[in-house]
């Protein structure tokens, strides 16, 4: 039972020095030597539990992920598509803009892989984010209507994603140009609320456009 126990410990320390490492330098700097280092663990944990680099890689990502999005509960379906937007866009900004510890691996290797695409996450990508994209498609769908064409709702999708993971270059110490001194929950929140509005504005507006 002991070893089964220290087994596991072993397997959580790696990951965890996995996502610090992968998160800082990206996955090609990064080596298992540095990994095993920070875990207290030899290279030969890493092929018992892992097999290689890239599998490593991968678990990594979705242990940062999960730590990521804990917390994430969907919506109710009770509420109107506007409001459980609002709510999925809070809950977004909130994380990118509150991440510490953990939760910041996540976006860091996202950034890392955005930049330079390893090929390694497709399968985790569309198993873990498409559901989770999907929502904010139907969400959209249903604001803009049955008519507006699916390409338009999408491109909406995008859009509004892309604008949410911009905040996450927002220096956290200062934010001059909102004449704030620091990044504090109330400034989160009223980013929140105006990337709300500023996204249904926009959706509205492209509605009208195309009908």
């Not at 030597?33 to 890689?57: M, P, Q, W």
């Not at 459980?84 to 939760?103: A, E, S």
């Not at 220096?171 to 400034?187: G, H, I, K, N, Y």
Request: aromatic share 8%; charged share 30%.
């Amino acid at each position: 039972m002991a070893k089964r126990k220290d087994g596991k410990e072993t397997k959580q320390k790696l990951l965890d020095a996995a996502c610090s490492v992968f998160a800082e330098k990206g996955y090609r700097m990064a080596t298992i030597t540095e990994i095993c280092r920070r875990a207290g663990a030899n290279v030969a944990a890493v092929n018992y539990y892992f097999g290689d680099k890239d599998s490593l890689y991968v678990a990594a990502w979705r242990q940062a992920l999960q730590q990521f999005l804990a917390g994430m509960e969907e919506t109710s379906a009770d509420l109107s598509p506007e409001k459980r937007f609002g709510f999925m866009i809070h809950r977004f900004i909130v994380k990118i803009l509150n991440i510490d510890g953990h939760r910041s691996n996540f976006r860091r290797m996202e950034l890392m892989e955005l930049a330079n695409p390893t090929g390694l996450i497709d399968e985790a990508w569309k198993e873990e984010i498409a559901p989770r994209r999907q929502e904010m498609t139907e969400l959209i769908r249903k604001i803009m209507g049955p008519d507006v064409p699916e390409t338009a709702v999408k491109l909406c999708e995008m859009s509004i994603v892309n604008q949410c993971r911009g905040y996450s270059l927002l220096r956290r110490s200062r934010v001059d140009f909102l004449d704030e001194d620091e990044l504090t929950p109330e400034c989160v929140n009223r980013i929140a609320e105006h990337t709300t509005q500023f996204s249904l504005a926009g959706i509205k507006a492209i509605r009208d456009l195309v009908e």
